[in-house]
């Protein structure tokens, strides 16, 4: 359907439901990201928790650590929260579920040793690199994959006016 012309009378115009724009779900989009976005919010607390048990008590020290050790899951929900496309999300799940793994080692060596607790520190810097890496993947996926089926959109208006 053409675009309404600005000039025409209110009385000639079709109506707005008619209009080609966003769909309800580009414009609204998961507040928490879907099932994946809260499943890594939750684990996010859960590893929080999980370093506050083993600290001796609350210090700005313990703060910061704990924003660390939280931040992978976050930019992952925030990716949950904005990527659509099936592969991206693939990606998505590679990510959690790699940084879930190296949480658990990385928690799970603390009481190995006095140079255990390093792993608090760097593990979720590790965690941090390969979130990035991952969620730029599937990024670029995810918009390739909106580009491409805007164009086929395109592609297939033509065919049907013409």
């Not at 859960?46 to 020290?61: A, D, K, N, P, R």
């Not at 994959?145 to 164009?151: D, E, F, N, P, Q």
Request: aromatic share 10%; charged share 15%; with cysteine.
């Amino acid at each position: 359907m053409p675009c309404p012309n600005p000039h025409d009378s209110p009385d000639e115009m079709p109506p707005p439901s008619t209009f080609p724009g966003p769909t309800e779900r580009d414009r609204h989009p998961g507040r928490l990201g879907g099932l994946l976005g809260i499943g890594s919010l939750l684990v996010a607390i859960t590893f929080v928790c999980w370093m506050f048990t083993l600290t001796s008590g609350v210090s700005i020290f313990a703060l910061v650590i704990g924003g660390l050790v939280a931040a992978p899951y976050l930019l992952i929900w925030l990716a949950c929260r904005s990527l659509r496309f099936w592969a991206a999300r693939l990606v998505i799940v590679v990510a959690l579920v790699g940084c879930c793994l190296l949480g658990i080692y990385a928690f799970s060596t603390v009481d190995d040793d006095a140079q255990g607790g390093l792993n608090l520190v760097f593990g979720p810097i590790y965690q941090l690199i390969g979130v990035f890496v991952l969620l730029t993947l599937a990024a670029v996926i995810d918009h390739v994959w909106k580009r491409h089926s805007a164009r086929s959109l395109l592609r297939q208006d033509v065919e049907t006016a013409g």
